[in-house]
Nanobody, 118 residues
Framework: QVQLVESGGGLVQPGGSLTLSCAAS????????MGWYRQALAKQRELVAAITGDGSTTYGDFVKGRFTISRDNAKNTVTLQMNSLKPEDTTIYYC????????????WGQGTQVTVSS
């Protein structure tokens, strides 16, 4: 079982920055693909960024170099640094731990709200 707890959301002005953190429980953390997703009202959940255990990363097309995902396997944490935030980035962000390639589970955090507004 993996439990995920997000933190770091909040209100920021356009052009500002936020750092989202996700703390994961479980001794097999490094085997999971860790990711951040977001879901706006009445829209499908979309990938923001993902990182494998060896550090390979994938980003959603809308990120365009503004966000950086990283992980610390020793501390069981994954971080999303978000810069140059836009009003359209406003939504709930979810941490994900995907172990299905290891025939393990797919886990989600409770979500953290990010609001970009002046």
């Amino acid at each position: 079982q993996v439990q995920l707890v997000e933190s770091g959301g909040g209100l920021v002005q356009p052009g500002g920055s936020l750092t989202l953190s996700c703390a994961a429980s479980g001794s097999i953390f490094s085997g999971y693909v860790m990711g951040w997703y977001r879901q706006a009202l009445a829209k499908q959940r979309e990938l923001v960024a993902a990182i494998t255990g060896d550090g390979s990363t994938t980003y959603g097309d809308f990120v365009k170099g503004r966000f950086t995902i990283s992980r610390d396997n020793a501390k069981n944490t994954v971080t999303l640094q978000m810069n140059s935030l836009k009003p359209e980035d406003t939504t709930i962000y979810y941490c994900n731990a995907d172990g299905r390639h290891l025939k393990l589970g797919d886990y989600w955090g409770q979500g953290t709200q990010v609001t970009v507004s002046s």
